[in-house]
T-cell receptor, first 117, second 114 residues
């Protein structure tokens, strides 16, 4: 069975601080996808990134970066120079990846990030 | 382009009544998913459609829950004889069936059972 653990329930930082959100996953599949979604106070989930299990290169997108380490089954998300607009709940998710077939997402419980001035 | 839409945005119902929640996926997306999010919690998978068939119904919590999809577009999630524990936000997502597996979510329907 698949499982995603986000041990940090809530994090508070002051604007411009860097913050890392942890994600640890469990799966018996050798091929899978990992995702991060953002859920701002408005409630709508916003896709941030997708990673497949064969690509362990770290990725940077502006102030966001992701560190995928298969050896520790982790897919951590760092926000550099955080801003108030980053305040949201962030979800890590895992999907099986059978060729040609879509698959459900297994979500972690989310980390609420509060960025204050 | 248009995203995933859901209606109603809010629904308050009395315990024991039936409710129908609607999802309109992104045009051309053949896969459609329903999730439930209880207050302060993560998302729980309910059911997944590939076209009009449902290969995975493993997340439906009881036989009071059912869903259908017609014409590879609109889907309806029906909850019969609602209970207070059914109160949650019900989220719908759609995706192209490809190796991308990105799911695009709608704004959700907030269901309150009194």
């Amino acid at each position: 069975a698949q499982k995603v653990t986000q041990a940090q329930t809530e994090i508070s930082v002051v604007e411009k601080e860097d913050v890392t959100l942890d994600c640890v996953y469990e799966t018996r599949d050798t091929t899978y996808y990992l995702f991060w979604y953002k859920q701002p106070p408005s409630g709508e989930l916003v896709f941030l990134i997708r990673r497949n299990s064969f690509d362990e290169q770290n990725e940077i997108s502006g102030r966001y970066s992701w560190n995928f380490q298969k050896s520790t089954s982790s897919f951590n998300f760092t926000i550099t120079a955080s801003q108030v607009v980053d305040s949201a709940v962030y979800f890590c998710a895992l999907s099986e990846a059978y060729t040609g077939t879509a698959s459900k997402l297994t979500f972690g419980t989310g980390t609420r990030l509060q960025v204050t001035l | 382009g248009a995203g995933v839409s859901q209606s109603p945005s809010n629904k308050v119902t009395e315990k024991g009544k039936d409710v129908e929640l609607r999802c309109d996926p992104i045009s051309g997306h053949t896969a459609l998913y329903w999730y439930r999010q209880r207050l302060g919690q993560g998302l729980e998978f309910l059911i997944y459609f590939q076209g009009n068939s449902a290969p995975d119904k493993s997340g439906l919590p009881s036989d009071r829950f059912s869903a259908e999809r017609t014409g590879e577009s609109v889907s309806t999630l029906t909850i019969q004889r609602t209970q207070q524990e059914d109160s949650a936000v019900y989220l719908c997502a759609s995706s192209l069936v490809s190796l991308s597996y990105e799911q695009y979510f709608g704004p959700g329907t907030r269901l309150t059972v009194t």
